[in-house]
């Protein structure tokens, strides 16, 4: 009866082993890519993320500057402060979120998107004088004072700001549409002589948890291009979300 019971225990724990076995593999293997190639001269991995806890989830959350992106911020202030000596004038900025970073559209579905040359480009910050933008990592975080701010509906702000850093300076004018209040989702519309009629999508960085993310990686030996999303219809996406 002993000897029965002892191989019964020990057929339970390998059946227990081998079914945890299996799961570890069915969760690797549950990764879906949307590019997956290698080859003799590159290779491309692009798949969506579910992971909170991911480096790249992480990496594109994380509005801390490093010491390369805190260099070039101090930078853009001290050339703020040569064109606008004086105080920048401080504007209640009510409820508008502060970090805000770009989402994007694949399959009728919005995923947060790790770049293969720069998770930054996008992301925007929005405090009582300023509107710092990043356009990229290289480029780092630059900040354009804030001329007027303005609540013209439950779900809308317009902000104008000075470009005083392109040639010639650009005032340039942002209406933030919020279209989704449980995610605060919004449409980001720019109106700028330099660069015309522009709109994108972002979501407040402490929402950021409730989307996928999308990314794209090299192995190393050459440069890839980025992740091609959906185009969307922003203005039906507008006039559907009123």
């Known amino acids: 009866m002993l000897k029965a019971l002892f191989y019964l225990s020990v057929f339970c724990l390998l059946f227990l082993i081998a079914c945890s076995g299996n799961k570890k593999n069915t969760q690797k293997n549950d990764t879906v890519f949307l590019v997956n190639v290698s080859n003799k001269d ?51 900025i009510g409820n508008i979120p502060r970090e805000w970073v770009p989402i994007h ?11 293969a040359e720069s998770d930054l480009e996008g992301r925007l910050i929005v405090t009582d004088t300023t509107l710092i933008r990043q356009w990229g990592y290289d480029d780092g975080p630059i900040a354009q004072p804030l001329l007027s701010v303005k609540k013209t509906a439950k779900n809308t702000w ?15 004018t942002l209406i933030i549409h919020t279209i989704d209040r449980s995610t605060n989702l919004a449409v980001w519309e720019e109106f700028s002589k330099l660069r015309g009629h522009n709109y ?25 291009g980025e992740f091609i999303f959906d185009k969307i219809d922003y203005q039906k996406l507008l006039i559907t979300n009123r």
């Open 158 to 172: 317009l902000l104008k700001t000075d470009a005083y850093y392109q040639s010639p300076p650009n005032a340039e």
């Open 105 to 115: 559209q694949y399959k009728n579905k919005y995923y947060l998107y790790s770049a």
């Open 200 to 224: 994108w999508l972002c979501v407040p960085r402490d929402n950021a948890d409730k989307f996928d993310m999308i990314v794209n990686r090299s192995d190393g030996r050459s440069k890839i």
């Open 42 to 92: 590159w290779g491309q991995k692009t798949f969506i993320e579910k992971n909170r806890n991911a480096a790249e989830y992480k990496s594109l959350l994380n509005f801390k500057f490093d010491s390369n992106l805190t260099a070039a911020f101090i930078e853009s202030t001290r050339d703020l402060k040569q064109h606008y000596p004086s105080s920048l004038k401080k504007f209640n």
